[in-house]
């Protein structure tokens, strides 16, 4: 164990008896249970604000969270000498998410819906840094549409196109289509709730990078983790994340896209207005977007295989994620 992380530990009011590498941090184990100890890039207020979250999910929600430990002094930070800061949080002992087990995929989404339910109670100020404006995905899709053209533009131009190029460009209309149609519901919605004046209550703290490696299945429960991306914003955007990753893994299933919508709402019912915004985040081709960037910002006298390969699946899978929007748009659109 590193002289530094010594002294960092030194600062808590707790016995390490023993220390293990892991997730990129050290897990300790105390006289006060399971800790872990990692460097935190974050400001010292956003550190404020998580402790209070995380105290205030400890105590109202129905799982667990790796709430954040507070020093001797009473920080909610700790600095090495030089000034690096570190964070101890809870931790503890289980098994990731398996997003091949369909019980756990649900069970995730419905503690998901919980955490959500939980922190609209939260009484705490948000912080102007977290809140994520209106219109920010719109920018954001808007800006990728535009990529995906540039993209389009430099691959036409090259005389000699390899085999992942060729794809790209008999696939690129279809997709960039689907970015149309998705970028126009979003200026059509963001329009309705300007002249509203609001947003139904769809807005909501999020944990930001919800997915199979944050959530453990332990003993006593559920513990979900990492609440370090944590935001105010639209909280289909977490349901969102989760159910694409999953339906990708899953060639977009349609009984088990219908089964996790099930499992969230039979805990924090969805609003038209919140299933419109779900379908807008599975709707925006942004696979499609993320390897053509890949491609686009590696060096191309060399063709990695892999960007081939995510290319050609995500074609493969395009009808199936069709059907599945398909069936969304039913209800929403």
């Known amino acids: 164990m590193f002289n530094r992380e010594s002294l960092i530990l030194e600062q808590y009011p707790f016995e390490v008896r023993q220390i293990s590498k892991g997730r990129g941090a050290l897990i300790c ?3 006060q249970g399971l800790k872990i100890l990692k460097e935190y890039r974050g400001s010292e207020g956003r550190a404020e ?6 105290q205030f999910l400890k105590e109202r929600g129905d799982g667990q969270v790796d709430a954040i430990v507070r020093t001797r002094e009473g920080g909610a930070l700790a600095r090495s000498a030089d000034g690096t800061a570190y964070l101890v949080r809870e931790w503890y002992e289980g098994r990731e998410c398996d997003t091949r087990n369909q019980e756990d995929i649900l ?11 939980v922190v609209r109670a939260f009484p ?10 209106g219109d920010a995905l719109l920018v954001e899709n808007e ?8 993209i389009r533009n430099y691959v036409s131009s090259r005389k000699k ?18 970015a149309q149609k998705i970028i126009e519901l979003q200026r059509q919605e963001l329009a309705k709730e300007q002249k509203a004046g609001g947003g139904e209550g769809i807005y909501g703290i999020c944990h930001g990078d919800y997915n199979q490696h944050n959530v453990l299945f332990c003993r006593p429960g559920i513990a979900v983790l990492n609440f370090e991306k944590a935001s105010y914003d639209v ?10 990753k999953i339906l990708e893994k899953h060639n977009w299933d349609i009984a088990l896209g219908m089964e996790m919508l099930r499992a969230y709402s039979d805990v924090r019912p969805l609003s038209k207005q919140e299933e419109k915004q779900l379908y807008i985040r599975l709707g925006f081709p942004e696979k499609f977007w993320k390897i053509a960037n890949h491609y686009f910002n590696a060096n191309k006298a060399w063709v990695c295989g892999r960007n081939l390969e995510k290319l050609e699946k995500f074609i493969c899978q395009n009808e199936d994620r069709e059907k599945f929007l398909r069936r969304m748009a039913e209800n929403v659109v």
């Not at 998901?112 to 339910?117: E, F, G, P, Q, T």
């Not at 705490?124 to 404006?133: A, D, F, H, K, T």
């Not at 800006?143 to 540039?150: D, I, S, V």
């Not at 909280?235 to 159910?243: R, V």
């Open 29 to 31: 184990d105390t006289d």
């Open 49 to 54: 604000f998580l402790y209070s979250l995380l």
């Open 107 to 117: 069970k995730a989404i419905s503690q998901l819906a919980d955490i959500h339910n």
């Open 124 to 133: 705490n100020e948000i912080p102007g840094y977290l809140q994520v404006s």
């Open 143 to 150: 800006k990728h549409a535009r990529e995906l053209k540039k």
């Open 161 to 178: 196109k390899n085999e992942f190029e060729s794809g790209f460009l008999k696939s690129f209309g279809m997709f960039y289509e689907e």
């Open 235 to 244: 909280q289909a955007a977490d349901l969102g994340n989760f159910m694409r």
